[in-house]
């Protein structure tokens, strides 16, 4: 199979669809623009989803106005603290980049009582964690994640798991392996479905997967979903709706010659089910508001008719897959 060809196929395919749907959606835009200038709903946290919130947070409205704010883990302006209300608790307050960053700023929010923050984006599911504050993590779309390689380069653009796991877990040191900065959903994604922890990782267990600079053998991390420093012979996990959406224009597009390898003989589609590794993302309210139908945050995330649920064309513009259980607010903890 050609790999770059058949990525050429899913990337027009996919740009015909997008173009015809960006003309019935609102931009994308990175952080909350025009009025409100503080949305009822504010929102922080994951890399992956950040961009898919921003088109569904740009559509979503209450009787005309809209409620939701949803906060870039990186923005392209650089900057590094966002204000989420109007309140002097709720300026300048450092920008979480990562899943487990939006998390534990819901969870502080929500500690503190301050009011800042009201959800949190996360494209890895719960697990066993069990937050100081209870959360619902509530799916809404569907993504893959793909091994990355840079076009010129030498590493195979078709692999097994297990030749995938060789090399994450240091055997095969032909391919260099990268991982996303810490705190990433898409690197604890990965890291679990090779089953390696990170506390294997800080004890030298995989030497290859800590950076030099803190006593690996490993390259230093890099953003999630960028390839623009991607070596010819390094591999890194990449969002497929993520690298998708970069593709046609409705992201940022920072791939550079990276190119989504075939795994296990199947080629990185979202939609594709037999694709090795898919996901779900989510977002996640308190179980507080997810129990209360009379909540801002039940309306706008809970069941499969909210607000979010019911943005269909901006999930798939962005590259993710509709989901039968969205809005599913049973994953607590």
Same mark, same amino acid.
């Given at each position: 199979? /050609?790999? %770059?060809?058949?990525?050429?196929?899913?990337?027009?395919?996919?740009?015909?669809?997008?173009?015809?749907? &960006?003309?019935?959606?609102?931009?994308?835009?990175?952080?909350?623009?025009?009025?409100?200038?503080?949305? $009822?709903?504010?929102?922080?946290?994951?890399?992956?989803?950040?961009?898919?919130?921003?088109?569904?947070?740009?559509?979503?409205?209450? /009787?005309?106005?809209?409620?939701?704010?949803?906060?870039?883990?990186?923005?392209? $302006?650089?900057?590094?603290?966002?204000?989420? %209300?109007?309140?002097?608790?709720?300026?300048?307050?450092? #920008?979480? /980049?990562?899943?487990?960053?939006?998390? @534990?700023?819901?969870? &502080? *929010?929500?500690?503190?009582?301050?009011?800042?923050?009201?959800?949190?984006?996360?494209?890895?599911?719960? =697990?066993?964690?069990?937050?100081?504050?209870?959360?619902?993590?509530?799916?809404?779309?569907? $993504?893959?994640?793909?091994?990355?390689?840079?076009? +010129?380069? +030498?590493?195979?653009?078709?692999?097994?798991?297990?030749?995938?796991?060789?090399?994450?877990?240091?055997?095969?040191?032909?391919?260099?392996?990268?991982?996303?900065? !810490? =705190? !990433?959903?898409?690197?604890?994604?990965?890291?679990?479905?090779?089953?390696?922890?990170?506390?294997?990782?800080?004890?030298?267990?995989?030497?290859?997967?800590?950076? %030099?600079?803190?006593?690996?053998?490993?390259?230093?991390?890099?953003?999630?979903?960028?390839?623009?420093?991607?070596? %010819?012979?390094?591999?890194?996990?990449?969002?497929?709706?993520?690298?998708?959406?970069?593709?046609?224009?409705?992201? &940022? +597009?920072?791939?550079?010659?990276?190119?989504?390898?075939?795994?296990?003989?199947?080629?990185?589609?979202?939609?594709?089910? *037999?694709?090795?590794?898919? #996901?779900?993302?989510?977002?996640?309210?308190?179980?507080?508001?997810? @129990?209360?139908?009379?909540?801002?945050?039940?309306?706008?995330?809970?069941?499969?008719?909210?607000?979010?649920?019911?943005? *269909?064309? =901006?999930? /798939?513009?962005?590259?993710?897959?509709?989901?039968?259980?969205? =809005?599913? @607010?049973? @994953?607590?903890?």
């Amino acid at each position: 199979m /050609n790999t %770059k060809k058949a990525l050429t196929a899913v990337a027009a395919s996919l740009g015909a669809a997008s173009l015809a749907l &960006a003309a019935m959606l609102p931009a994308a835009q990175a952080d909350p623009t025009g009025a409100p200038e503080y949305r $009822d709903l504010a929102g922080v946290g994951s890399d992956t989803t950040q961009d898919v919130m921003n088109v569904i947070a740009n559509a979503v409205t209450k /009787n005309g106005t809209k409620i939701l704010g949803s906060y870039d883990a990186l923005p392209p $302006d650089g900057s590094t603290t966002i204000s989420t %209300k109007a309140a002097a608790d709720c300026q300048n307050i450092p #920008r979480p /980049n990562g899943s487990s960053a939006g998390r @534990d700023a819901l969870v &502080a *929010s929500l500690q503190a009582g301050d009011g800042c923050l009201q959800f949190a984006r996360s494209s890895s599911s719960r =697990g066993t964690k069990t937050n100081a504050v209870p959360l619902a993590y509530i799916p809404f779309a569907l $993504d893959g994640v793909a091994f990355a390689v840079n076009s +010129d380069g +030498d590493v195979p653009k078709e692999m097994t798991k297990a030749e995938l796991e060789a090399i994450y877990k240091c055997q095969n040191t032909s391919v260099v392996p990268v991982l996303p900065q !810490s =705190g !990433s959903g898409t690197r604890s994604y990965w890291l679990g479905r090779f089953g390696i922890t990170e506390t294997q990782i800080t004890d030298g267990t995989y030497p290859c997967l800590l950076p %030099k600079a803190d006593g690996g053998t490993g390259v230093p991390y890099t953003q999630e979903h960028n390839g623009l420093s991607l070596k %010819k012979n390094e591999v890194q996990p990449y969002s497929i709706a993520v690298w998708q959406a970069q593709a046609t224009a409705q992201r &940022a +597009d920072v791939r550079g010659k990276t190119v989504l390898g075939v795994l296990d003989g199947v080629a990185p589609t979202v939609i594709n089910n *037999s694709y090795g590794y898919t #996901r779900k993302v989510y977002n996640l309210i308190p179980v507080s508001k997810a @129990d209360d139908a009379t909540s801002l945050e039940h309306e706008a995330f809970v069941g499969p008719n909210s607000l979010v649920c019911q943005q *269909s064309a =901006g999930i /798939n513009i962005q590259g993710f897959g509709v989901i039968a259980d969205c =809005g599913n @607010d049973t @994953d607590r903890g």
